[in-house]
Nanobody
Framework: QLQLVESGGGLVQPEGSLRLSCVVSGGSLDDHAIGWFRQAPGKEREAVSCISSTGRNTYYLNSVRGRFTISRDKDKNTVYLQMDSVRRQDTGIYYC??????????????????WGQGTQVTVSS
């Protein structure tokens, strides 16, 4: 059974940076696509970014493309989300999730069955 644990959330000022980490246990990054999702207060959860099991393919939500970067460290079985030039609209609970397959869609990250507990990100001055 896959387990995912997020960390790195907190309070950050607009235009600041934050790096989220997702440690995966019970499985290998070579077998699973991993995604970052977020849910803002009063809004539906949305896919922010995901990375294929090979690490060669990535997806980004339009509003974060060019500001956020997803990456992974196979030795640490960890996936990161580097968040730069953050905006107040980036506030929310950020979740890490794993798919049962390694491929990702060009249009988004869908139906991931394994989820972490989430980490709060608050962008405020």
């Amino acid at each position: 059974q896959l387990q995912l644990v997020e960390s790195g959330g907190g309070l950050v000022q607009p235009e600041g940076s934050l790096r989220l980490s997702c440690v995966v246990s019970g499985g290998s990054l070579d077998d699973h696509a991993i995604g970052w999702f977020r849910q803002a207060p009063g809004k539906e959860r949305e896919a922010v970014s995901c990375i294929s099991s090979t690490g060669r393919n990535t997806y980004y939500l339009n509003s974060v493309r060019g500001r956020f970067t997803i990456s992974r460290d196979k030795d640490k079985n960890t996936v990161y989300l580097q968040m730069d030039s953050v905006r107040r609209q980036d506030t929310g609970i950020y979740y890490c999730a794993a798919d049962s397959v390694g491929a990702i869609s060009a249009t988004g990250c869908y139906d991931y069955p394994h989820w972490g507990q989430g980490t709060q990100v608050t962008v405020s001055s």
